[in-house]
């Protein structure tokens, strides 16, 4: 994949030597929600995925990323998102959304879907402004017992 400049931020394949830094912004994004660094390191070396970074260039900090991966032939599915705290509202996680978007229809998936936390409200404005829309409610979908939303966007 061509290396994508936005200002002074590029996109870029995910790769085992990013995951103590990539790690590092997980806790930062998600606390207690964390994945750990060998599932981090699961997605990267999935079938058919799409992790990729954005990273601020020249300090080449990880300041972004996103998880997405095709499920059966038929579905993409964002796995995670997440953009640095002090990087937010500059449209770097829209960006990475359209990304994987572009990455599904490329390989002729025409159906995205993502799980969001009910009181999530940052990530469902995005995900609304971006088409997607909420589709069913999954009860005690995380860890904590907490609700998610399911939301899907037709691509093509
Ligand atoms: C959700 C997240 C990835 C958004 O990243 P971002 O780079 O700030 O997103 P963008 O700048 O592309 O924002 C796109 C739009 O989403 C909406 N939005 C994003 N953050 C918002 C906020 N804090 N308040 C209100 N609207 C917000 C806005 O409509 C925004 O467009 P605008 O800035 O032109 O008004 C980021 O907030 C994040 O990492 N959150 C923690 C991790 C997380 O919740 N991930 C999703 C799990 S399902």
Redesign the pocket.
């Known amino acids: 994949m061509d290396q994508k400049i936005i200002d002074d931020v590029i996109f870029r394949k995910a790769d085992d030597k990013d995951l103590t830094n990539l790690y590092r912004l997980e806790i930062k ?2 606390r207690e929600d964390a994945y750990p660094p060998q599932l981090l390191l699961f997605y990267m070396r999935f079938p058919k995925n799409f992790f990729i970074l954005a990273e601020k260039i020249p300090e080449k900090i990880i300041i ?1 990323y996103i998880i997405g991966i095709i499920e059966g032939g038929e579905i993409g599915h ?1 796995i ?6 002090g ?11 359209i990304m994987a978007e572009k990455y599904f229809v490329e390989e002729r998936v025409c159906i995205s879907k ?4 009910v009181d ?4 469902m ?3 609304k ?2 088409g997607y829309d909420i589709v069913d409610i999954l009860k005690r979908y995380y860890k904590d017992g907490g609700d998610a939303y399911l939301m899907i966007k037709k691509l093509c």
């Open positions: 994004c998600f972004g964002i995670s998102i997440c953009v640095d705290p990087f937010r509202r500059k449209g770097i996680g829209s960006k990475l959304m993502l799980e969001v936390r999530n409200e940052e990530a404005k995005m995900y402004k971006l």
